[in-house]
């Protein structure tokens, strides 16, 4: 399985941006698709997951009313709109692939990072 994320970029506080990461390969029974950040100095932090069959979705706390995970089954991409930015999202993203039975963590896949950079 290979994950290839894009769309990174450079924006100002309040601004937008998209990622969008599309798998390639088999990922066997259930999954989730996602977005996880890691800021200099800090911790890979997860951000926002969709599950792949039902739809639902995740978000960590900080993001929500702001970021909108999405997917395109018949594309094998998963997107995240990044509306009203603000600086502490400045982070590299990695997108990830997690499958699962029940909530036991079989594998996790990860693409390479994008970086997202949002000046004040």
């Known amino acids: 399985v290979q994950l290839q994320a894009s769309g990174g970029g450079l924006v100002q506080a309040g601004g937008s941006l998209r990622l969008s990461c599309t798998y390639s390969?088999?990922?066997?029974?259930?999954?989730?698709m996602g977005w996880f950040r890691q800021a200099p100095g800090k911790e890979r932090e997860f951000v926002a997951a969709?599950?792949?069959?039902?739809?639902?979705?995740d978000y960590t706390g900080s993001v929500k009313g702001r970021f909108t995970i999405s997917k395109n089954t018949g594309k094998n991409t998963v997107y995240l709109q990044m509306n009203s930015l603000k600086p502490e999202d400045t982070a590299v993203y990695y997108c990830?692939?997690?499958?699962?039975?029940?909530?036991?963590?079989?594998?996790?896949?990860w693409g390479q990072g994008t970086q997202v950079t949002v000046s004040s």
């Open positions: 390969g088999r990922i066997g029974g259930r999954y989730v």
């Open positions: 990830n692939a997690r499958s699962l039975i029940g909530a036991y963590v079989l594998r996790d896949y």
């Open positions: 969709i599950d792949w069959r039902a739809g639902y979705t």
